[in-house]
């Protein structure tokens, strides 16, 4: 590991260390703390990571084996602009994480649990601060006539509902969420840093190192306390049962299967050098990857519930109830957690609107389809906003109002009704020094 | 079957291994102990994932070596590589399982600036202690004392 750290010039430092203040106000928290829970850690600090010495040749696509760009400007404008908007669409995840999560990080029930969230959010606000780094360290004016300065203004004036991706625009409910949405939306992360770290453009590709190894942290925020809630249910638990957690993978999958991309697309990236998978490739990954994590909590559930079995016992009762469904050994299928249909509950890609049930059934009445998803999806999550303005939707296109193109393309729209005040909308986050002084990011080697 | 002929995948771990590393766990030693790989997993995911390496055979966990880089511990002030926990399945020994995994860690502790690699074997394990023989390591200096409180 070869790292060079990096500042952002001072009034950009100053505008993330002013959005941190309004979004992330435990940050401060998490440090006073921080060595109570991670005791042997390096100190987290908001700054840049450059991984030096990576490959410096195209690595796919129709440039494969040329040097890679170091500067927007080498490259051809289309190119440069799916760089341009992968960076921008990264930082505004990153961003709106941190504004999901902050919602309900108080009502988590366990301390570690919610410092853990809580270390993630700080890692994710980096993240976003790396993001930043590469568009004001470059020079962006061949492919977009959007200065530096304003493009850091844009992103951090998103608020959910605004954000580039869906999975960003939708609310947190409860602290399952929290949990859910690490396991689940960063995973999809994991997907995308692990494929931008061949970019053609290599201060991306430079980026992708630390984030990926701070990733995997982010990863286990979400599997080990949904792993630990599965015991907890299994051993009927009032504070958390199968339903619920089922329920919340029903909210957020769809979601993350559509941040990779139409199932169509993806072609350019890989002809460009961006990325080495298309959409629907990445996505078949992801989508049996997770597969793997609800195999996993099952057997956790089933370990629990039943102590007595031996490890082959209970992967073959598990087998018995998927293959079979009803109960054996006083376990239900219906208390185990299940996939839900790829196509189910989509808004963006190849089955947008088509109203794909949970099983994968197909719906002809919207309404059926309506009260369908509401049995599959929180209770929290359907009096909600966003799901109203999904069941608007599915019925214009049902009424052949809209196509199901035509609403991919105006979901999610997050309308905020009296949740921010009007007059934040007039704060500028980026802010000139009085004395000129602003400039000038320092690099120093960091390990 | 030889080594080039085990169809093992060596590969980084990550949080998706737990389940797995657990069961292996209890193959070896009996007990079924999911909440210690939860937390030691969980430990080693946020301090350097990368080192942490498991043997993948036909999707299932069939070996994992979890260790890291530090400095500054007893005496100790360049960076060390220490290999901390490692497990193989016991119907996969002799596969040179360990051996992968070992080297594929010492590689990064090397990318790391790690100049040696440190590891702590039980007399009484004279199998491990003969697989870290093999490797190249020998009896250091370094003595471990315990006492009971």
């Known amino acids: 590991m070869n790292l060079t750290k990096t500042y952002i010039p001072k009034k950009f430092h100053q505008a993330v260390v002013k959005w941190q203040e309004t979004y992330l106000p435990d940050y401060d928290f998490l440090l006073d703390n921080w060595d109570r829970y991670f005791p042997r850690d390096t100190r987290f600090e908001l700054c840049a990571f450059r991984e030096m010495g990576m490959c410096n040749e195209i690595e796919c696509g129709e440039q494969k084996g040329s040097t890679k760009f170091r500067q927007a400007a080498e490259m051809e404008h289309q190119q440069g602009l799916h760089v341009l908007g992968a960076v921008k669409a990264q930082a505004s995840t990153e961003f709106g994480s941190i504004q999901q999560h902050q919602l309900t990080l108080a009502r988590a029930q366990e301390e570690e649990e ?179 994590v609800v195999r996993d909590l099952n057997m956790r559930f089933i370990r629990a519930r039943l102590p ?64 369908h998803l509401t049995v599959h999806l929180p209770d929290g999550y359907r009096a909600g906003r966003d799901f109203k303005d999904y069941a608007q939707m599915i019925r214009r296109v049902a009424s052949a109002e809209l196509t199901g193109d035509e609403a991919a393309r105006t979901m999610p729209g997050l309308r905020r009704v009296g949740g921010v005040c009007p007059c934040s909308r007039a704060v500028r986050w980026v802010v000139e020094e009085p004395d000129g002084n602003g400039s000038g990011g320092q690099a120093q080697a960091a390990r | 079957m030889t080594e080039s002929e085990t169809p093992v995948r060596i590969r980084q771990l990550e949080d998706t291994d737990i389940g797995g590393i657990t069961a292996l766990d209890e193959k070896i030693g009996g007990q079924y102990r999911p909440e210690i790989w939860e937390r030691r997993i969980g430990y080693y995911l946020r301090r350097d994932p990368e080192a942490l390496v498991v043997a993948e055979l036909d999707g299932k966990v069939a070996g994992f070596m979890l260790g890291e880089v530090r400095s500054g511990e007893f005496g100790l002030e360049e960076p060390t590589g220490w290999i901390e926990v490692m497990g193989v399945d016991p119907d996969l020994r002799g596969q040179a399982i360990g051996r992968r995994l070992a080297e594929r860690m010492l590689s990064h502790f090397q990318n790391q600036g790690a100049s040696s690699v440190r590891t702590l074997v039980d007399e009484t394990m004279t199998e491990i202690a003969s697989f870290f023989d093999s490797l190249g390591f020998e009896p250091a200096p370094l003595r471990s004392f315990v006492k009971s409180l």
């Open chain 1, 308 to 371: 007595e079995l031996s490890l082959a016992q209970a992967e073959s009762l598990l087998e018995k109830l998927l293959a079979d469904g009803g109960s054996s050994r006083g376990i239900s299928l219906e208390e185990l957690i299940s996939m839900p249909h790829r196509d189910f509950f989509r808004r963006r890609g190849v089955p947008a609107f088509k109203m794909v049930g949970w099983a994968g059934e197909n719906f002809d009445d919207v309404e059926a389809y309506l009260r």
């Open chain 1, 114 to 292: 919610q410092f853990w969230i809580l270390r993630m959010m700080a890692e994710e606000l980096r993240h976003g601060y790396q993001m930043f780094h590469l568009l004001l360290e470059d020079d962006w004016s061949a492919v977009t006539d959007q200065s530096g300065p304003e493009m850091v203004e844009e992103i951090l004036s998103m608020q959910t509902g605004s954000h580039i991706l869906g999975a960003f625009n939708v609310d947190f409910d409860s602290f399952i969420d929290n949990v859910t949405f690490c396991a689940l939306i960063d995973r999809v992360g994991k997907y995308q840093l692990s494929m931008q770290r061949i970019s053609a453009y290599k201060p991306m590709a430079e980026s992708m190192p630390q984030m990926l190894r701070e990733e995997a942290f982010h990863l286990a925020a979400g599997v080990v306390p949904l792993r630990r809630w599965m015991e907890k249910a299994a051993q009927d638990s009032v504070y958390i049962t199968t339903q619920d957690i089922q329920k919340a993978i029903n909210k957020w999958l769809p979601r993350g299967l559509e941040m990779f991309g139409d199932e169509r697309g993806g072609g350019t990236n890989v002809r460009y050098g961006l990325k080495p998978m298309k959409n629907a490739e990445a996505q078949a990954q992801y989508y049996q990857e997770v597969g793997k």
